[in-house]
Structures are given as structure tokens and as C-alpha cells.
């Protein structure tokens, strides 16, 4: 009898180290707001991918793989698609862009929107005023209020020079991993400037 009670009270104290074990190691794992964070949270807290990380431009428009890239490749990438872009914007098949076909406008096209201060304003925060264009007013080069294809296309290749331009900061005529990486930097310092510029140009009480 006394050996039966000996092998009942060792078997309720190797269960109860078992399960206080098992209940120490549940509470050592992190928990947020009260639940274990499952894999839907930790995609979410994954940084997201930039389009115009340095190392994914030249991956695209590197086409002979030396790591830099060239006048002709950076306008090839930034034209080859063109005549897709223009048709799948020009919903009446007319061959023409109108206004609203073309896309949204530069908000500082708003009659609410003091221009000058606005330009000004970009100046003072280290940004480029010029860089601040209508998209549209700049494509329809003969100031017709549409846009043809000719005129698309003539625009991106303007655009691509331009663009190649400003971030080619040696004039070597190749674009340069750390150019394209301080070019993502300036381009940050544009939006920012932009955004609160707008503000401050569309408020009378500023």
C-alpha cells in the first residue's frame, strides 16, 4: 500500500514539472498586444522595396553588365515603352491625349495656388523650382490642349537627357551607383520641399 502511494505522488510530481516547464517556455516568447505575432506581422514590419534602389536601376538598364549606365541606356529604358504608355492612356483611341486622358495635373496648377511663393518657397528649402512642371503643359508643345504621340515621345526623351543630366555629377557621361544613390536623396529633398510648399502656398493665413 505505502508503494502504491509512493508511485502515485511521483507521478503527480513529474506532470506538474512537465507542464510548469511547458508554460515557462510559452511565456519567454515575445508577445504584442497580447497575441504571438504571426507571419501576416512580419512581412508587414519588412522594409518596402524602392523602385529606384541604385542596385535595382542597374539591374534594369545595365545592358552590357559593366555596372554603369550609359546616356543611350537610361534613355532606352525610360522610352522603349512609349507608344504602350500613350495607348493605354488614350481611352478614345483618337490618337490624342486630352487633358484629362493625359493624368493627373501638378497641384500647383490650382487657381488657389500662389505660384510665385510656391516657386519661392521650393528655392528656400533646397529644392529646384524647375523640376515643379505641369506635365501635360510641358508635353503639348504646341499649346493645342492635347498630345500627340510624337509629342509623348519627344517629351521622355527630353525628360531622360534631362534627368541623366542632373545626375551624372562627374559629366562622365555614365551613372555611378553612389551618383544614383544621392540622386534618390535629392529626389526625397524634391517631394518633401513640394509637399509643404503647397500647403503653405494654398493657405492665405500662412
Do not use: W
Amino acid at each position: 500500500m505505502f508503494i502504491r502511494k509512493l508511485l502515485v505522488i511521483s507521478t503527480l510530481l513529474a506532470t506538474s514539472t512537465v507542464a510548469l516547464q511547458g508554460y515557462a517556455q510559452d511565456s519567454s516568447r515575445p508577445v504584442r498586444d497580447g497575441a504571438a505575432p504571426n507571419r501576416g506581422d512580419r512581412m508587414l514590419e519588412r522594409p518596402a522595396p524602392q523602385r529606384h534602389a541604385p542596385g535595382r536601376l542597374i539591374h534594369n538598364m545595365d545592358s552590357n553588365g559593366d555596372r554603369l549606365i550609359s546616356q543611350e541606356e537610361f534613355t532606352t529604358q525610360q522610352t522603349e515603352n512609349y507608344e504602350r504608355q500613350f495607348d493605354s492612356r488614350d481611352i478614345n483611341q483618337d490618337g490624342l491625349l486630352s487633358a484629362t486622358e493625359f493624368g493627373p495635373r501638378h497641384p500647383a496648377v490650382d487657381p488657389d495656388i500662389d505660384i510665385a511663393a510656391f516657386r519661392a518657397c521650393i528655392a528656400e528649402n533646397g529644392g529646384k523650382p524647375e523640376l515643379e512642371e505641369d506635365r501635360f503643359a510641358a508635353t503639348d508643345t504646341n499649346a493645342d490642349g492635347s498630345v500627340s504621340k510624337e509629342e509623348f515621345f519627344l517629351h521622355l526623351e527630353q525628360r531622360a537627357y534631362d534627368q541623366f543630366g542632373r545626375i551624372d555629377s562627374n559629366d562622365d557621361g555614365q551613372l555611378a551607383a553612389e551618383e544614383l544613390a544621392s540622386n534618390m536623396k535629392d529626389r526625397n529633398l524634391q517631394r518633401r520641399a513640394s509637399r509643404m510648399c503647397l500647403r503653405e502656398a494654398g493657405d492665405p493665413f500662412l
